[in-house]
Nanobody
């Protein structure tokens, strides 16, 4: 399995911004997609944004226009820029990587980070 690590969470006031980072130090043959998910207290985990093929970004309706997902392919890193944060964005944010680690792998791996807490509060 591949280790994926997120960072960048914290406490921010409403209207503020945060940038989450996620990546793996391991060599990856081919990345299929990065995904950002979040889970608020008492709620199910939900999709926030995905980046497929390195260029195709999709967003949940609740964050479209405020969040931006991007990557640094040279470092196997993905980022989530979060602007105009609102209290409803408070959650643990998880990074997901779907990829083929080796050229000979028959199936793709599906790795999750440990999560990073984002709290939006005054």
């Amino acid at each position: 399995q591949v280790e994926v690590v997120e960072s960048g969470g914290g406490l921010v006031q409403p209207g503020g911004s945060l940038r989450l980072s996620c990546g793996t130090a391991e060599d990856i043959f081919r990345i299929i997609a990065w995904g950002w998910y979040r889970q608020a207290p008492g709620r199910e985990r939900e999709l926030v944004a995905t980046l497929t093929g390195g260029v195709n970004a999709n967003y949940a309706d609740s964050v479209r226009g405020r969040f931006t997902v991007s990557r640094d392919a040279t470092k196997n890193m993905v980022y989530l820029q979060m602007n105009s944060l609102i209290p409803e964005d408070t959650a643990v944010y998880y990074c997901n990587l779907r990829a083929y680690k080796n050229y000979y792998d028959l199936g793709a791996l599906d790795a999750w980070g440990q999560g990073t807490l984002v709290t939006v509060s005054s």
